[in-house]
């Protein structure tokens, strides 16, 4: 059974960091792209950030575009995402979710979130 | 700015009644590159169909897309309780890729 786990999420001030780690197991890890995808309190479901299975291509919403980073460890089936400069509309569950069949970008596996919580 | 429009915000219906859910694209969807999922409160999203039509593995038979172009619909043929839930189309042809704000699906 594929699975992603989250972790890393928590309470920081405005214009703080945060890294977010998301282990995966139950597959062949470095096969696949991975995205990350947010969720502020009560609302919809929002694209942040991609990379590809080796890790060398990225790809960012613009509103996290320069402050946020995806990078991977395929040998320690781990994929982060290194949160700077955070505000307080970066506030949400982030979820861990595996790309689909042939690189496409729908998300056939999700971990269970990870909450950042942005206050001063 | 292309967005997917998902309307009515919230449905009511009973055990056994068919639920047809549209989402509409501000643009045509290319090659089918739409996607639904289910969320439950708590809960991470699940997928369900992609391809507009293909149901994800172990998604039961009663769940089905249809629908191309700008036009999609997720249909849930017999609702059972435990449909009660958010869900969310996404397109995927395009970068980036953009969600449904939902429909919630309340059973009666």
């Known amino acids: 059974e594929v699975q992603l786990v989250e972790s890393g999420g928590g309470l920081v001030e405005p214009g703080g960091s945060l890294r977010l780690s998301c282990e995966a197991s139950?597959?062949?890890?470095?096969?696949?792209?991975m995205s990350w995808v947010r969720q502020a309190p009560g609302k919809g479901l929002e694209w942040v950030s991609s990379?590809?299975?080796?890790?060398?291509?990225?790809f960012y919403a613009d509103s996290v575009k320069g402050r946020f980073t995806i990078f991977r460890d395929n040998s320690k089936n781990t994929m982060f995402l290194q949160m700077n400069s955070l505000r307080d509309e970066d506030a949400a569950i982030y979820f861990c979710?595996?790309?689909?069949?042939?690189?496409?970008?729908?998300?056939?596996?999700w971990g269970r979130g990870t909450l950042v919580t942005i206050s001063s | 700015e292309i967005v997917l429009t998902q309307s009515p915000g919230t449905v009511s219906l009973s055990p056994g009644e068919r639920a047809t859910l549209p989402c509409r694209a501000s643009?045509?969807?290319?090659?089918?590159?739409l996607a639904w999922y289910q969320q439950k409160p708590g809960q991470a999203p699940r997928l369900l169909i992609y391809?507009?039509?293909t149901r994800a593995p172990g998604i039961p038979d009663r769940f089905s897309g249809s629908g191309s172009g700008t036009d999609f619909t997720l249909t849930i043929s017999r609702l059972e309780p435990e449909d009660s839930a958010v869900y969310y189309c996404?397109?995927?042809?395009?970068?980036?890729?953009?969600f449904g704000q939902g429909t919630k699906v309340e059973i009666k």
């Open positions: 990379i590809s299975r080796d890790g060398g291509e990225t």
């Open positions: 139950g597959l062949t890890f470095s096969r696949y792209g």
């Open positions: 996404q397109r995927y042809d395009i970068s980036p890729p953009p």
């Open positions: 979710a595996k790309i689909g069949q042939l690189g496409l970008w729908y998300f056939d596996v």
């Open positions: 643009q045509s969807v290319n090659n089918n590159y």
């Open positions: 391809g507009a039509s």
